[in-house]
């Protein structure tokens, strides 16, 4: 899979962000425009869902981190679900998981705590 994918969802109870592909410097547009659209929705719960995502260049993790503070801004919160191990290796060694807590499965992350 190349390039990024996106898609966005709304359910009752929280919103799910789902990045598939890569996330490469060449994707920064299309990125952008997925954060912009869930910040805007003012969710109280953001999922942001890896379990496809193959690759995470470094300025994706700084799109993640600008999502996380816009939404915390608005009393939310933004949860990271399912990244495959090399992703979550790359989180945990950015210390991005002292942030954006990292859960195994979405339906993990979605559970109010």
Known sequence: MS?????????????I?????????????????????????????????????AFIGSFAIGALIRLEKSVRADSGTVRLAAPQPQIHTLLT?????????????VESALVKR
């Open 93 to 105: 060694q950015s210390r991005l998981d002292q942030k954006l807590p990292i859960f195994p499965t």
């Open 17 to 53: 962000l789902t990045l598939s592909g890569n996330a490469a410097a060449t994707d920064a547009g299309r990125l952008d425009h997925a954060i912009d659209n869930a910040i805007a929705s003012r969710p109280d719960l953001l999922v942001i869902d890896l379990s496809n995502l």
């Open 3 to 15: 390039g990024l994918q996106t898609q966005f969802d709304i359910q009752p109870n929280a919103c």
